[in-house]
T-cell receptor, first 115, second 116 residues
Framework: QKEVEQDPGPLSVPEGAIVSLNCTYS??????FMWYRQYSRKGPELLMY????GNKEDGRFTAQVDKSSKYISLFIRDSQPSDSATYLC???????????????FGGGTRLMVKP | GAVVSQHPSWVICKSGTSVKIECRSL??????MFWYRQFPKQSLMLMAT?????????EQGVEKDKFLINHASLTLSTLTVTSAHPEDSSFYIC????????????FGNGTRLTVT
């Protein structure tokens, strides 16, 4: 079993739909949770960064963390064709400069928003 | 926001030659940078941790003599793929944390390497 599980998709939705992307994890030590968006042939772009449980909203994006269920979500409201990309969840037990080698990524979900 | 610049964005080289990829933090200093490799439709695989002023730390299975890493300053890390072979063709991405404790990673735009 992988430490972080993420449905690879592809997930296809019509423009304007609410998108729900999810990851489950097994390591209860994870405290820092991130969502990255990656367009084809580009590096990942940080979308959301949360610490511990709770919700965080930024524009059309809402990140939710439920540590009791070991489940995190990213919601995209009013989805646009420009949101079509691969979304990667990532998490670590420790922040700081060591985060890169303690960061565990999900496999990514490919999202397609059709006009 | 924090910007990580990676160069070149793509490179084609012949088998047996070496290729150098640069990763720069443009508006912050990074004592640590990270190098990843990504195969098509797969997630990122950490290759090594680049440490300013000291040796890089390589992940298990990554050949340190093949993937040379130099972190000569607080804003620049380089990855040199030596004696490249077609199986080294991949997407290489660097990243760096933008600030202190708890800061997230910011990624460069990646370098697509094709070895013919």
């Amino acid at each position: 079993q992988k430490e972080v599980e993420q449905d690879p998709g592809p997930l296809s939705v019509p423009e304007g739909a609410i998108v729900s992307l999810n990851c489950t994890y097994s390591n209860s030590a994870f405290q820092y949770f991130m969502w990255y968006r990656q367009y084809s042939r580009k590096g990942p772009e940080l979308l959301m960064y949360t610490y511990s449980s709770g919700n965080k909203e930024d524009g059309r994006f809402t990140a939710q963390v439920d540590k009791s269920s070991k489940y995190i979500s990213l919601f995209i409201r009013d989805s646009q064709p420009s949101d079509s990309a691969t979304y990667l969840c990532a998490m670590s037990a420790k922040g700081g400069n060591n985060a890169g080698n303690m960061l565990t990524f999900g496999g990514g979900t490919r999202l397609m928003v059709k006009p | 926001g924090a910007v990580v610049s990676q160069h070149p964005s793509w490179v084609i080289c012949k088998s047996g030659t070496s290729v150098k990829i640069e990763c720069r933090s443009l508006d912050f200093q990074a004592t640590t940078m990270f190098w990843y490799r990504q195969f098509p439709k797969q997630s990122l695989m950490l290759m090594a941790t680049s440490n300013e002023g000291s040796k890089a730390t390589y992940e298990q299975g990554v050949e340190k003599d093949k993937f040379l890493i130099n972190h000569a300053s607080l804003t620049l890390s380089t990855l040199t793929v030596t004696s490249a072979h077609p199986e080294d063709s991949s997407f290489y991405i660097c990243s760096a944390p933008s600030a202190g404790l708890g800061s997230p990673l910011h990624f460069g735009n990646g370098t697509r390497l094709t070895v013919t």
